[in-house]
Each structure stands twice: as structure tokens, then as C-alpha cells.
């Protein structure tokens, strides 16, 4: 009997799930984003929708075939994991190659955990640059949707995860571990030049990479936080108010 009542718990929180994931990819689906603040709490949903999301980006890519294969295996692994710990030989199982195939390219298993991640990060630029796009933006447009979109990204990976790829990995500076910043700043600064009769400031690059650093590294640091402060709303729509008083 109670095997029977765990069964029909599971059954439920898995529907439970889809419904959660669904009802987001259908806030999405005319080019815009959900709010992120009133979904903090939901991270497996969001995490399974950013899954998609990179999955549909991912076919773009010009990749090696072995190291997408080991990248889309540690993805499906990790989205799976719920927390628990995940070993090398999952991953080169999953993909399907050996032990000494994996270390080849990835030399050692916390490499490979910061080049998934930053794999991760890329894919979610282009889906970014990629939504953006899909409409001209006012700049408090614009701030919403950046901070809906980017924030939401940085709920789909659990902030333990993060400290241990990040300490595994030691030393090594805020840039270098998110060297997409430099093209995500590019793609804000290229929306704006493009759209300053709607009301945006005129910006210097340099400046403005600059300050996505700066906001970029303050959900970072959020997350290494021990105890994490991540995620919250405040810092949120304090990062959308510092965004927008600087683009208008």
C-alpha cells in the first residue's frame, strides 16, 4: 500500500511539473518573458525550460560531435540529479564514448564541469540576443525583459553547483569564468545603437561592458555566498533600476 501511495505522489508532482512547464513556455511563446519575481521559487520548471531553449539553440553550433555529445549528456544528467552528486562515469556512459576519451578532451572532470557551464551560458546569450530581437523595445521595455531573461538563466543552475565548479576550478577571475559577458554586452550595445529614437542614452562600449560586469558579478558573488543569497527579488529590480538609469 504505501508503495502504491508513493507511486500516485509521483505521478502527480510529475504532471505537476509539466503543467509548470508548459504554463511558461506559453508566457514565452509571443517573443516576450515571464516575470522572473513571481517564479523564484519554481527553479525545476525554469530549469527545464531553459533546457529547451538551449536545446534549440544548440543545433546551431559548429562543435566538435564528441564534445556536444559529452555536453548534451551532463545536461540531461544534471537536469536529472535533483542535487545528488553526479560522477564522470555517468557522463562518458551516457554519452556513450570511455573514460579515456573523456579525459582527452577535457583533460579532468571539473574542466569539464566549467566548460558545460559556460556552454550553458553562451546558448543563453543566443536565446537571449535571439528574443530581444523579436521587438523593438522602450528602455524600460528592454531592462524588464533583460532582467526576466538573464535572471531567470541564473535560476536554472543551482547556486551549490556553481560554488563547487567554481572553487574546483580556483583560481580564476569573474571574467574568465564568464567570458560570455563580453558578447552579451555586445548584443545590448548593438540593440540600443539600433534603437535610439525609442529613448535610449548614447553609450560608450567600453563603459557599458563594463557595467554589465559589474551586474553580472553581483548575482555571481550572490551565489557563492555561503549562505547563498540567491535568488531574490529585490536584487532583481535593483539590477533592472541600475540597468535603466544608465540605457536612458
Not at 501511495?5 to 514565452?28: E, G, M, P, T, W
Not at 523593438?136 to 538573464?150: D, G, I, L, M, Q
Request: hydrophobic share 40%; aromatic share 12%.
Amino acid at each position: 500500500m504505501p508503495q502504491v501511495v508513493h507511486k500516485a505522489r509521483s505521478v502527480r508532482l510529475y504532471r505537476y511539473r509539466v503543467f509548470r512547464v508548459l504554463d511558461l513556455q506559453d508566457k514565452i511563446a509571443g517573443g516576450e518573458w515571464f516575470d522572473v519575481c513571481e517564479h523564484l521559487s519554481e527553479t525545476d520548471a525554469i530549469t527545464r525550460l531553459w533546457i529547451g531553449e538551449i536545446d534549440r539553440v544548440m543545433g546551431r553550433s559548429s562543435i566538435d560531435f564528441r564534445f556536444e555529445t559529452f555536453l548534451r549528456a551532463g545536461i540531461r544528467i544534471y537536469a536529472g540529479a535533483m542535487g545528488r552528486r553526479v560522477s564522470v562515469k555517468e557522463i562518458y556512459e551516457t554519452a556513450g564514448y570511455s573514460k579515456s576519451t573523456f579525459h582527452r578532451i577535457f583533460d579532468s572532470f571539473p574542466r569539464y564541469q566549467l566548460k558545460l557551464y559556460q556552454f550553458l551560458c553562451q546558448s543563453a546569450v543566443e536565446v537571449y540576443r535571439e528574443r530581444l530581437n523579436l521587438a523593438a523595445r522602450t528602455p524600460e521595455e528592454f531592462c524588464r525583459f533583460t532582467k526576466n531573461v538573464v535572471y531567470s538563466s541564473h535560476l536554472s543552475v543551482p547556486s551549490n553547483l556553481l560554488r563547487k565548479i567554481y572553487q574546483l576550478n580556483a583560481p580564476i577571475s569573474p571574467s574568465d569564468f564568464h567570458p560570455h559577458l563580453d558578447i552579451m554586452a555586445e548584443v545590448m550595445h548593438d540593440y540600443i545603437r539600433a534603437h535610439l529614437s525609442l529613448g535610449y542614452r548614447r553609450l560608450p562600449f567600453s563603459s557599458f561592458r563594463e557595467l554589465i560586469r559589474t551586474l553580472d558579478y553581483d548575482i555571481l558573488a550572490s551565489k557563492l555566498d555561503q549562505p547563498s543569497t540567491f535568488p531574490s527579488a529585490e536584487q532583481a529590480d535593483r539590477l533592472e533600476r541600475l540597468l535603466l538609469a544608465y540605457v536612458r
